[in-house]
C-alpha cells in the first residue's frame, strides 16, 4: 500500500507544515536510548498499511481515526506521554497520558429507532450542560487527546452544539457522528466555521428501501444523502458509516457501495460491523449479522483492494484498525468514551463505568481506567466480553466500578498489536 501512495507520500514530504511536524516529532524522540529510525520507519510502514492517503484542503489524512498532517492536533497526539523524557520508549510500550480519541455522547436522545445503536436502552436522567462539557473538553485538551467525537444518541438535537465545536481550540481536530436528519448545508456551513473537521454520517447501504427500513425510518436514506452532499459542499472531511451484515461482505456488494459512495463524492466510506449492544445485545442466532473470523479477513482483504482504486473514496475498517495486524482495539488505551450523564467508559460498546467525570477529575479517572485495561487488544474488546456480560441480566448497564475492573483485569492482554512491535524492533 506505500506504493499506491507513493506520489501522496513525495508531496508530504515537500509540505512545509508536515516537514515541522516531522521535525518537532523527531526533537522529542531523539535523546531516547531506545529510540531508532529503522523501527520508527517499520511502524509507519504499519501505520500505512491497507491505507490510501487522502488530501483534505492541505492537510493528509491517513486515517480518520487519528488527527490529519499538518496539524497541532498530529503534535498534540506526538507529546501525550506520561513523561516528557523518553518519549519514544512509552509510545513503543503504549503509555499514554491520554488517548489519542474520546468520543463524547451528547444525548441519549434520537429521532431514529436503530436495533444495533449503543445507546438504544441507555437512558440518562441529567445530560452535562454545556458548562460541564466545556470543562471536560478543557481536560481533555490539557491531557492531550487530539481527537475528539461528538457522538450520541443524535448530538444535532443538543441546540449548544455549535457552541461546544467552537470552543474546542487547534490542539485536537473534531468530528460529528449523525444520522444526518436535519442537517442542511447552512449548518455544516456554520460547523466548519466553528472548527468543526469532519463529519460521519450514517448511511448503510445503496438500497434505499433497504435502509429505511434498517434505521427505521421513510427518511432516512434522503436525509444521510443530502446531508452528505451538504458535508461536502461546505468543505468538511466527509464520511459515510457504514454498518455492514455479516451476508452482505462481498465483494459485489462493496464495489457497488464504493461505486455509490463516489457519486456522492465522499471522501471516506467506515466499514464498521453489528456488535451486540442496544437491541442486539442479547441477541445469538442472527447467522447473517454477525461477524466471524473469516468475515473480518476478507473485508480486510476488500479493504486492500479498494483503496488501490485511485477513483473510488477511500475505504477504512475496524476489523483492520483493530486487528493485531495494525493497532489493536483501543478501548480504554488509544480511545474513550463519556456518556450524557458523565460516567467514563472505555466505549460506546462497552458498557463498563470506571466513575463520573463530575465527581472526580477527567485525567484521574482515564488514569485510572487506563491502567487496568493494560494493553490495547487484539480484534474488537466489546466481541471478546459481550457473551459475558449477556449474564449480567440483573445489573443496569453501564456496570459499576468494582464489576468493571473485575471484567476488565480478567482479560488483559499479554503482547503487542504490530504498530508497537515494530517500534520495538520485534
Not at 507513493?6 to 526533537?27: A, D, P, Q
Not at 457519486?263 to 442472527?286: A, M, N, Q
Not at 476489523?319 to 488509544?334: I, L, M, P, R
Request: proline share 4%; aromatic share 12%; with cysteine.
Amino acid at each position: 500500500m506505500v506504493s499506491g501512495n507513493f506520489f501522496k507520500i513525495i508531496s508530504m514530504v515537500l509540505n512545509k507544515g508536515v516537514r515541522k511536524n516531522f521535525r518537532e516529532g523527531y526533537k522529542l524522540v531523539k535523546n531516547d536510548p531506545n529510540f531508532s529510525i529503522k523501527n520508527s520507519l517499520k511502524s509507519r510502514v504499519v501505520m500505512l498499511s491497507g491505507e490510501k492517503i487522502v488530501k483534505h484542503e492541505g492537510q493528509y489524512i491517513i486515517s480518520s481515526f487519528s488527527p490529519p498532517l499538518p496539524s497541532d492536533a498530529f503534535s498534540q497526539q506526538a507529546k501525550a506521554t506520561p513523561k516528557k523524557e523518553n518519549v519514544f520508549t512509552q509510545q513503543m510500550l503504549a503509555q499514554r497520558n491520554a488517548p489519542i480519541s474520546f468520543f463524547l455522547a451528547l444525548t441519549y436522545n434520537c429521532n431514529y429507532n436503530c436495533d444495533h445503536c449503543s445507546a438504544k436502552g441507555r437512558t440518562s436522567e441529567k445530560e452535562l450542560t454545556t458548562k460541564e462539557w466545556k470543562s471536560v473538553i478543557s481536560d481533555l485538551q490539557e491531557m492531550g487527546t487530539s481527537v475528539i467525537g461528538f457522538t450520541g444518541g443524535e448530538p444535532l438535537l443538543r441546540k449548544d452544539l455549535e457552541d461546544i465545536i467552537s470552543f474546542v481550540d487547534e490542539r485536537s481536530v473534531t468530528i460529528l457522528y449523525t444520522n444526518g436528519k436535519g442537517l442542511t448545508y447552512e449548518k455544516a456551513k456554520s460547523f466548519k466555521e466553528n472548527g468543526l473537521f469532519a463529519v460521519g454520517v450514517s448511511l448503510d447501504s445503496f438500497d434505499e428501501e433497504y435502509f429505511n427500513e434498517f434505521r427505521k425510518n421513510k427518511n432516512a436514506f434522503k436525509n444521510s444523502v443530502d446531508a452528505l452532499k451538504n458535508c461536502r459542499k461546505a468543505g468538511l472531511y466527509t464520511m459515510m458509516q457504514t454498518v455492514l451484515r455479516k451476508e452482505d461482505v462481498t465483494k459485489d456488494f462493496l464495489f457497488e457501495l464504493f461505486r455509490f459512495g463516489k457519486e456522492l463524492d465522499v471522501h471516506e466510506i467506515r466499514i464498521l460491523e453489528p456488535i451486540r449492544s442496544g437491541k442486539l445485545f442479547y441477541t445469538d442466532s442472527r447467522e447473517g449479522i454477525f461477524f466471524d473470523k473469516e468475515t473480518r479477513q476478507k473485508l480486510i482483504q476488500l479493504q486492500f483492494k479498494i483503496n488501490k482504486k485511485l477513483k473510488l473514496p477511500k475505504m477504512i475498517t475496524f476489523a483492520h484498525t483493530e486487528s493485531d495486524a495494525k493497532y489493536g482495539c483501543g478501548a480504554g488505551t488509544q480511545h474513550s468514551y463519556i456518556t450524557p450523564n458523565g460516567d467514563m467508559l472505555p466505549c460506546d460498546f462497552v458498557p463498563l463505568s470506571f466513575g463520573n467525570v463530575l465527581d472526580k477529575e477527567v485525567k484521574e479517572l482515564w488514569k485510572e481506567m487506563n491502567s487496568i485495561i493494560g494493553l490495547p487488544k487484539s480484534g474488537c474488546f466489546a466481541n471478546k466480553i459481550n457473551k459475558e456480560l449477556q449474564t449480567y441480566k440483573s445489573q443496569v448497564f453501564p456496570l459499576e466500578r468494582s464489576l468493571s475492573e473485575e471484567i476488565c483485569l480478567k482479560h488483559q492482554s499479554k503482547t503487542y498489536p504490530k504498530f508497537y512491535r515494530a517500534m520495538q524492533g520485534k
